[in-house]
């Protein structure tokens, strides 16, 4: 085994145990059409009536939205991993440190911006799980697709929100 296989195991294997708890969310329902698999996030028996009702379907939502950056960071990873490309790997792994910075201030800044009020946690959960679907997009454009006809190695991720 190469010099760099020993390198990037141990990397492979950290960076795994850090969505390993998303992983154990099952996937939220979905529909493939197309090569694009649209996945509905959605809070069932959840009156949504009180502001913990609220939060409480809001924290499922994330949940749910995380599983499938989970999985979709996951196979981006194991592509780079592939290729057995160091610089490529850690290129990656700063653009995903540059993701979880960038939504835990707008997801903090949105709860400033709503401090004092019963709705402050929704508000920062849905500015959290929008830059969430986001991020999953991006990365499967940018990681996960060819730019010729070679089919993607997943769906195109879409999001239905599904009240």
Same mark, same amino acid.
């Given at each position: ?13 950290? #960076?795994?145990?850090? /969505?390993? &708890? ?17 996945? !509905?996030?959605?809070? +069932? ?24 950056? &989970? ?59 929008? #830059?969430? !679907? ?9 990681? /996960? ?6 089919? +993607? ?11």
């Amino acid at each position: 085994m190469s010099p760099l296989h020993y390198r990037l195991i141990p990397l492979a294997i950290l #960076l795994g145990y850090g /969505l390993h &708890a998303y992983a154990e969310v099952p996937l939220p329902s979905s529909v493939l059409k197309d090569n694009a698999e649209t996945f !509905e996030i959605a809070c +069932p028996n959840n009156p949504r009536q009180t502001t913990i009702d609220m939060n409480d379907c809001m924290g499922t939502k994330r949940d749910a939205v995380k599983s499938v950056e &989970a999985k979709y960071v996951s196979a981006a990873r194991q592509r780079i991993l592939a290729t057995q490309d160091e610089q490529t790997l850690n290129a990656f792994e700063a653009e995903n440190k540059a993701w979880d910075i960038l939504i835990d201030a707008a997801s903090h800044a949105t709860g400033v911006e709503w401090q004092g009020g019963t709705i402050r946690g929704v508000k920062a959960a849905e500015r959290e799980i929008t #830059l969430i !679907e986001l991020r999953i997009h991006n990365q499967w454009q940018n990681w /996960l697709r060819y730019e010729d006809s070679t089919p +993607p190695i997943l769906p195109e991720p879409l999001f239905q929100d599904v009240e």
